[in-house]
DNA sequence: ATAAACTTTTTGACAATGTCAAAAATAAAT
DNA sequence: ATTTATTTTTGACATTGTCAAAAAGTTTAT
């Protein structure tokens, strides 16, 4: 993220100092849950409540700046990369995320064959197993 | 599930009423949710408390008697179809959930390139859409 | 610059979904 | 039948998130 100003400008949003250390704090640290955001902004900016964060997060959400991912046993996790269609990886031992670029193409990127007549916006992939660090842990 | 009692001894469970009841339960009510679970276990029952349905559903799930899936913004939900490689379409509206079977085949179906150096045991795909029944309000 | 109008942030309570630990009840094995 | 092991119940608690009203801040218009 270049200018977190000009995208919140971008999007009509009102400027504070909150919203621009919690895109900051996204961007920094992809991946991270509300609270890991939290700890992040409040060592920067000296404090904010757990609500904001969370007005916050919804409201970028909302407007597509940023992208919410709730994986199973997990908190929701956020990230800045938007607009393309790429999917998740997932340590099932410490949750560790990191992206995966799509192994098909466009969005969706899996035809669903239009099944028992839902309308489908979005095929979501989650790969499940072990990070090198669990793997080693595990093994020893 | 056409033995219920068979399938918990085949896995070593002690038979309790409430197993029993939560087993049939997931295979009437597939993709139900814990306290859905619950209520149903009760008209037939008489009564079971919250914590039991939680422990018979993590161990039915444990042993792979049954399987968990937690979509976002909801509760796990349960199903007794196991084994096979099938995905789900999620109403993002109600949360009505129905089963896809798996477009490409074999499980993991997809491949992820073993990006990262994670070792990858599963490719889990969740759909989104709009249910017919909530297309329709929508449009209303 | 200033005031008015609007939005956001804070504060504090609350809801939903699960888990933990110890006591009571039940099933299985001898 | 009795013992042993397991399960169920009971009640407290943790985490993640939301709701509503008051306080503080931002933006717009004068």
């Not at 994986?71 to 560790?96: F, I, K, Q, T, W």
Request: proline letters at 4%; one cysteine or more.
């Amino acid at each position: 993220m270049h200018d977190p100003e000009a995208a919140l400008r971008a999007h009509q949003l009102p400027i504070t100092a909150q919203r621009l250390a919690v895109l900051r704090e996204v961007s920094q640290q992809p991946h991270a849950t509300a609270d890991v955001i939290a700890e992040g902004v409040r060592q920067k900016i000296g404090s904010i409540t757990r609500q904001s964060v969370y007005n916050v997060l919804n409201v970028l959400t909302e407007k597509g700046l940023i992208r919410r991912i709730q994986p199973a046993d997990s908190a929701a996790r956020y990230e800045d990369r938007v607009g393309d269609n790429h999917h998740h990886l997932v340590c099932r031992s410490c949750g560790h995320t990191e992206d995966v670029n799509c192994a098909v193409g466009h969005a969706p990127c899996l035809k669903a064959h239009s099944h028992h007549g839902f309308k489908i916006d979005e095929a979501e992939v989650i790969y499940w197993g072990l990070c090198p660090r669990c793997q080693k842990k595990r093994s020893a």
